[in-house]
């Protein structure tokens, strides 16, 4: 266990739906990633947040959005979900922002939209 | 521009043999490295990392790997691969506060 939450672990909605994916980072953790994985684009960077601020942005579609709260959890807002959004959607936590720190992965929340 | 490349998308080997899962990258500036498994359903779990000092980096698991800066490589090792080491295995490379991940290699670990 990394001790990375992840919730929920799979979730099935339509097209033009729009949902919130929750992680919660290690305990003390205070930067947190934010991957998509696909089987034909493989691992994704999405967006990074360290202790609330945005500190790292990728390719993150503008109909995605993330915030990091005070008690350092995150959320990831995916909305107008296209069939393409489907895929498994990584959270993952380290303690501070640092070149030789590694990342704690949670367990990943499989999105599929019909 | 930074990247990782893991050429092989598929490596498989016997039971009790040696392993080696390939790694090469691209950055400017010093190269810090990582290695993450991912079994089937999980999430990627660290295996090693190599920040500075020496080449030769263990891990988890009997892992290690070895950073040859000239090659611009590092690769993961097991001296006895054991079945239950079969899964994808991920190079990554740290910069400006994100992981870029090469696109994985499948270990195949047959008895």
């Known amino acids: 266990d990394s001790g990375v939450t992840q919730t929920p672990k799979h979730l099935i909605t339509a097209t033009g739906q729009r949902v919130t994916l929750r992680c919660s980072p290690r305990s003390g953790d205070l930067s947190v990633y934010w991957y998509q994985q696909s089987l034909d684009q493989g691992l994704q960077f999405l967006i990074q947040?360290?202790?609330?601020?945005?500190?790292a942005k990728g390719n993150i579609l503008e109909r995605f959005s993330a915030q990091q709260f005070p008690d350092l959890h995150s959320e990831l807002n995916l909305s107008s979900l296209e069939l393409g959004d489907s895929a498994l959607y990584f959270c993952?936590?380290?303690?501070?922002?640092?070149?030789?720190?590694?990342?704690?992965f949670g367990q990943g929340t499989r999105l599929t939209v019909v | 521009a930074q990247s990782v490349a893991q050429p092989e998308d598929q490596v498989n080997v016997a039971e009790g043999n040696p392993l080696t899962v390939k790694c090469t990258y691209s950055v400017s500036g010093n190269p810090y490295l990582f290695w993450y498994v991912q079994y089937p359903n999980r999430g990627l779990q660290f295996l090693l990392k190599?920040?500075?000092?020496?080449?030769l980096v263990k891990g988890s698991y009997g892992f290690e790997a070895e950073f040859n800066k000239s090659q611009t490589s590092f690769h993961l090792k097991k001296p006895s691969a054991l079945v239950s080491d079969s899964a994808l295995y991920f190079c990554?490379?740290?910069?400006?506060?994100?992981?870029?991940f090469g696109s994985g290699t499948k270990l195949n670990v047959k008895p």
């Open positions: 190599y920040i500075t000092g020496d080449n």
């Open positions: 990554a490379l740290y910069n400006f506060n994100k992981f870029y």
């Open positions: 993952a936590s380290s303690a501070v922002i640092g070149q030789g720190r590694e990342a704690f």
């Open positions: 947040y360290y202790n609330g601020e945005e500190r």
